[in-house]
């Protein structure tokens, strides 16, 4: 069974969101899926989108190619493709992305080098989509409260 962050409880059990381990095995996959596009699969489809494996370069292929037909199917269209990042900034324990730095103090929090280096690459890549400015971000500050980063 898949884990979920606690600022996706809301919708974690209909999963009638995109939960942050999808997202980032699309990001991982360089798979665009549309919300409509995750709404036309089943129950069983999404999840086997979570438990999939997508960690290593075989992984990510079968992803790719499993995801890639399941649109096909459900949509009729061929999913757009994503560049994926050699070496993505949640990947990097070491540096803070500045972008993520001034998120985080709009809502009077500091985070440091250190307090990053702890966090999983999923609790990082999490903390980067939510603070984008074409995020909804009322999730952000659940998710600093939830990491421990007050």
């Known amino acids: 069974m898949a884990d979920f962050f606690e600022f996706e409880a809301d919708f974690v059990d209909s999963?009638?969101?995109?939960?942050?381990?999808?997202r980032y095995k699309l990001d991982t996959s360089g798979i665009k899926l549309k919300l409509s596009d995750w709404n036309q699969m089943?129950?069983?489809?999404?999840?086997?989108?979570?438990?999939?494996?997508?960690?290593?370069?075989t992984d990510i292929q079968a992803y790719q190619n499993y995801l890639q037909q399941?649109?096909?199917e459900r949509t009729g269209t061929t999913p757009a493709k994503l560049p994926i990042e050699p070496y993505p900034t949640w990947m990097d324990s070491r540096n803070l992305p500045d972008s993520l730095q001034e998120k985080a103090q709009e809502i009077g929090v500091t985070l440091t080098t250190e307090q990053w280096a702890t966090l999983t690459p999923l609790q990082r890549f999490a903390l980067i989509k939510l603070s984008r400015s074409e995020h909804e971000n009322r999730n952000f500050p659940k998710a600093i409260a939830e990491f421990n980063l007050l």
């Open 15 to 22: 999963l009638r969101c995109i939960p942050m381990q999808v």
């Open 42 to 57: 089943t129950q069983d489809e999404r999840q086997a989108l979570l438990e999939l494996p997508c960690n290593t370069e």
């Open 70 to 72: 399941l649109i096909l």
